[in-house]
């Protein structure tokens, strides 16, 4: 039987794709159809944009910053009012994005946010200096540190007006799903965030963390004060012909046990 065609959504999907720098946004949706029923979806990056204002219109970073800002926001309005599908990427260090998801779900849309960090901020500026060598563009320390906050305190907020929400560690070889909500649901966490990773997400005011798992260390137990050793009683040799050992066979996989 041939595969089935995964369907298009049934209605129009704006997609946030979202995280401090340095994180692997870009990197998180370049891996893979997002949409999931094999139609392209365009993910607005701001970053290339700008870059491309630089090069093809001869602006300075400041002026061609300003010109994307404004582009992209006509841009996300536009298929807004005629109802299609569309993405941006962002760091999401401002509320500036919240007017456009109430009224992408006041006009029916659906709102999916994918949100890619880091377990800590060091680990963000050694990426972005990875980056740089290799041509891209460059953030300050300060500013890596400072929208690494706000945009865990965006995250509390969009947590619960969004329709879809997965939250990836990329902090390993590839990004891994730590957490997930869809609607009013509270927050499924399928990996436990490290105790400082955690104590910043709470910080910020995201609620429905896991509680941590606490460490029991196990007691020594120690011999009565009054006990004497005592010789061990060697078994008498058995005769006769020793019956050769047979090997067991390995029990079989259950259903829980990997293949």
Not at 92 to 110: H, M, N, W
Not at 170 to 199: C, T, Y
């Amino acid at each position: 039987m041939p595969p089935q065609t995964p369907r298009k959504p049934e209605r129009p999907v704006l997609w946030i794709i979202a995280g401090p720098n340095g994180s692997g946004k870009s990197s998180l949706y370049n891996r893979s159809d997002i949409e999931g029923w094999g139609g392209s979806v365009w993910i607005i990056n701001p970053d290339l944009l700008t870059q491309h204002i630089v090069e093809h219109e001869a602006q300075e970073l400041l002026a061609a910053n300003l010109a994307a800002v404004q582009r992209i926001e006509s841009w996300l309005l536009t298929s807004l009012d005629v109802y299609q599908t569309i993405g941006v990427e962002t760091v999401l260090s401002s509320s500036k994005y919240r007017a456009l998801v109430e009224k992408a779900r006041a006009q029916g849309f659906e709102v999916r946010m994918l949100f890619v960090l880091l377990r800590n901020a060091q680990m963000q500026i050694e990426r972005v200096r990875i980056r740089v060598a290799t041509g891209g563009h460059d953030v300050p320390e300060d500013k890596i540190r400072a929208r690494r906050t706000r945009s865990f305190e965006q995250l509390a907020w969009f947590a619960d007006h969004v329709d879809l929400l997965a939250i990836f560690d990329n902090s390993g070889g590839s990004p891994e799903l730590m957490a997930a909500k869809r609607g009013d649901k509270p927050i499924v966490w399928h990996r436990q965030p490290g105790s400082a990773l955690r104590a910043e997400l709470l910080a910020a005011g995201l609620t429905g963390l896991p509680q941590p798992v606490a460490k029991t260390r196990r007691k020594p137990v120690k011999p009565a004060a009054d006990a004497t050793p005592t010789a061990k009683t060697p078994r008498p040799r058995r005769r006769g012909r020793r019956t050769p050992r047979k090997n067991l066979p390995s029990p079989p996989l259950s259903a829980k046990d990997p293949a």
